[in-house]
């Protein structure tokens, strides 16, 4: 094994969330900045990462235990690392239901966060009707709101994720790092030894070939289209639409928590051109067509994204127009006239359990897959990428091993979602080119 010094290193997705936090890493730990190459379709900040995106949520993952530790490693590094502490906007969050169901579900989550030991009981509260939520949130309109509960988090709020993810690649081209795009930065394969069991770097689309000892796949949604992931990631879109609000209307704006309900979906406080960017709630889409990624040979059903930076003409479903409209209703009825624009399909992939998929390919020495986001995994920016060092190194630990190992089985369709995700071809109205695929 060659030392960091030495080793070489290429990072398929190297201008998205895990392959740039990746890169950061590698170079924090001293690997020599010219030995690492990041590959992407597009230059970084990728215009077709997930991540590069007005504003993400910074929420405490609560599912499981390596979930909650990831979210509060990462929470650390938004707030006390020089990089990534201008992109954290501490405004708090209030989570919201209504629902017996729901409120029944969020009574829960509220009481794991006390019991924990995490701190997070000192910076939660349950807010118990619509006056304690007025309280914390007064634009809210109070009849749209009877019957709600939330937890209030002080210690929330929103990541300016592109800004954040730009300064990622700020800093790693002063550093000297490698980058490639286009068709010399869209992987196809990757490479092998003689006889064929150890990978020694990859291939892209124009046919240049790089070589490494090491090589981390991290294309999140395109993830399983490339290589053959046995089931293990389903690729899903979900959706986003912005508003402009006068000066006036997003000064008195300004500072609003992130409000979101699990039936309506989720807005921004306005960002400093007075954009906000408001969300709907859903299992996300799929985009079912054979397709072969390597080393099939021939084409078997799967999710394909299709991204909105390849195909701009793209917006979205009808049905979303539809969902998104009666967010704003909700959240911001004021509004409620304001024309739409941005309106994107946006790509993540689901995991059966929603944990991620970060180990060696079984079979490819020096092949790693990065990834298996399950679309909650912008907020790990600042820190997933030390652990995926830890993996090139054999020095992941072992809960993070076992939680992230390779595992088919289970229903990545569904995932942890409260339904299956349906597919595009049943959503009129997103798709105003005549281009096939
Ligand atoms: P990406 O960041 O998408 O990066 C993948 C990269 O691979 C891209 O740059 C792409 O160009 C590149 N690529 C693709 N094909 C190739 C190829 N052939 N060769 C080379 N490169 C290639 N997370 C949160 O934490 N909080 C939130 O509030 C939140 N909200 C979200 C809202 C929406 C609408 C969506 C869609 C996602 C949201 N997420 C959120 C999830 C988060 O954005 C993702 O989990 C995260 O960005 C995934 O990171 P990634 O590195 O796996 O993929």
Same mark, same amino acid.
């Given at each position: 094994?060659?030392?960091?010094?030495?080793? !070489?290193?290429?990072?398929?997705?190297?201008?998205?969330?895990?392959?740039?936090?990746?890169?950061?890493?590698?170079?924090?730990?001293?690997?020599?900045?010219?030995?690492?190459?990041?590959?992407?379709?597009?230059?970084?900040?990728?215009?077709?990462?997930?991540?590069?995106? $007005?504003?993400?949520?910074?929420?405490?993952? $609560?599912?499981?235990?390596?979930?909650? &530790?990831?979210?509060?490693?990462?929470?650390?590094?938004?707030?006390?690392?020089?990089?990534?502490?201008?992109?954290?906007?501490? %405004?708090? &969050?209030?989570?919201?239901?209504?629902?017996? +169901?729901?409120?029944?579900?969020?009574?829960? +989550?509220?009481?794991?966060? &006390?019991?924990?030991?995490?701190?997070?009981?000192?910076?939660?509260?349950?807010?118990?009707? +619509?006056?304690?939520?007025?309280?914390?949130?007064?634009?809210?309109?109070?009849?749209?709101?009877?019957?709600?509960?939330?937890?209030?988090?002080?210690?929330?709020?929103?990541?300016?994720?592109?800004?954040?993810?730009?300064?990622?690649?700020?800093?790693?081209?002063? @550093?000297?790092?490698?980058?490639?795009?286009?068709?010399?930065?869209? /992987?196809?394969?990757?490479? /092998?030894?003689?006889?064929?069991?150890?990978?020694?770097?990859?291939?892209? @689309?124009?046919?240049?070939?790089? /070589? #490494?000892?090491?090589?981390?796949?991290?294309?999140?949604?395109?993830?399983?289209?490339?290589?053959? =992931?046995?089931?293990?990631?389903?690729? !899903?879109?979900?959706?986003?639409?912005?508003? @402009?609000?006068?000066?006036?209307?997003?000064?008195?704006?300004?500072?609003?928590?992130?409000?979101?309900?699990?039936?309506?979906?989720?807005?921004?406080?306005?960002?400093?051109?007075?954009?906000?960017?408001?969300?709907?709630?859903?299992?996300?889409?799929?985009?079912? !067509?054979?397709?072969?990624?390597?080393?099939?040979?021939?084409?078997?059903?799967?999710?394909?994204? &299709?991204?909105?930076?390849?195909?701009?003409?793209?917006?979205?479903?009808?049905?979303?127009?539809?969902?998104?409209?009666?967010?704003?209703?909700?959240?911001?009825?004021?509004?409620?006239?304001?024309? $739409?624009?941005?309106?994107?399909?946006?790509?993540? %992939?689901?995991?059966?359990?929603? #944990?991620? =998929?970060?180990?060696?390919?079984?079979?490819?020495?020096?092949?790693?897959?990065?990834?298996?986001?399950?679309?909650?995994?912008?907020?790990? =920016?600042?820190?997933?990428?030390?652990?995926?060092?830890?993996?090139?190194?054999?020095?992941?630990?072992?809960?993070?091993?076992?939680?992230?190992?390779?595992?088919?089985?289970?229903? #990545?369709?569904?995932?942890?979602?409260?339904?299956?995700? !349906?597919?595009?071809?049943?959503?009129?109205?997103?798709?105003?080119?005549? %281009?096939?695929?």
């Amino acid at each position: 094994m060659p030392s960091r010094n030495d080793s !070489k290193i290429i990072i398929v997705g190297g201008g998205g969330t895990i392959g740039c936090s990746t890169a950061l890493h590698l170079v924090r730990s001293g690997y020599t900045p010219s030995n690492i190459t990041l590959l992407d379709t597009y230059p970084i900040p990728s215009a077709q990462s997930a991540g590069n995106d $007005l504003n993400k949520i910074m929420g405490i993952g $609560l599912h499981n235990p390596v979930d909650l &530790r990831m979210s509060l490693e990462a929470r650390e590094m938004w707030r006390e690392d020089e990089l990534f502490r201008p992109f954290f906007h501490n %405004t708090g &969050r209030l989570d919201c239901a209504s629902s017996v +169901e729901g409120v029944k579900g969020l009574r829960e +989550e509220y009481e794991e966060m &006390r019991s924990g030991g995490s701190g997070l009981e000192n910076t939660t509260e349950w807010l118990d009707d +619509e006056k304690a939520i007025l309280a914390k949130m007064p634009l809210l309109e109070r009849r749209n709101i009877e019957g709600w509960k939330a937890i209030w988090s002080e210690d929330g709020g929103w990541l300016a994720a592109g800004y954040a993810i730009n300064a990622v690649g700020e800093y790693l081209k002063a @550093q000297g790092v490698n980058f490639a795009s286009g068709e010399a930065g869209s /992987f196809v394969k990757p490479l /092998f030894d003689a006889d064929g069991t150890t990978c020694i770097g990859c291939e892209t @689309q124009d046919g240049s070939q790089y /070589f #490494a000892d090491q090589v981390v796949l991290a294309a999140g949604a395109w993830s399983p289209t490339l290589v053959d =992931l046995e089931g293990q990631c389903c690729s !899903k879109a979900w959706v986003y639409a912005h508003m @402009q609000l006068t000066p006036e209307e997003a000064a008195e704006y300004k500072g609003v928590p992130v409000v979101y309900h699990e039936d309506f979906g989720f807005f921004f406080e306005p960002d400093e051109f007075g954009v906000i960017k408001v969300c709907d709630e859903f299992p996300g889409f799929t985009r079912f !067509k054979p397709h072969t990624p390597y080393p099939l040979t021939s084409p078997t059903r799967m999710s394909v994204p &299709r991204s909105h930076a390849k195909h701009p003409t793209d917006t979205i479903p009808s049905a979303s127009d539809a969902s998104i409209d009666l967010a704003i209703r909700t959240f911001l009825p004021r509004f409620v006239d304001k024309p $739409l624009f941005n309106k994107r399909l946006c790509w993540c %992939t689901d995991t059966a359990d929603a #944990a991620l =998929l970060c180990c060696e390919y079984p079979g490819w020495k020096g092949f790693y897959v990065a990834t298996g986001d399950s679309g909650h995994s912008f907020k790990l =920016l600042p820190s997933i990428g030390k652990h995926v060092v830890a993996m090139l190194e054999g020095s992941l630990d072992a809960e993070l091993a076992h939680a992230w190992r390779w595992r088919p089985g289970g229903d #990545a369709l569904k995932s942890k979602r409260a339904a299956p995700a !349906k597919d595009l071809s049943h959503m009129p109205g997103w798709r105003h080119d005549a %281009t096939v695929g």
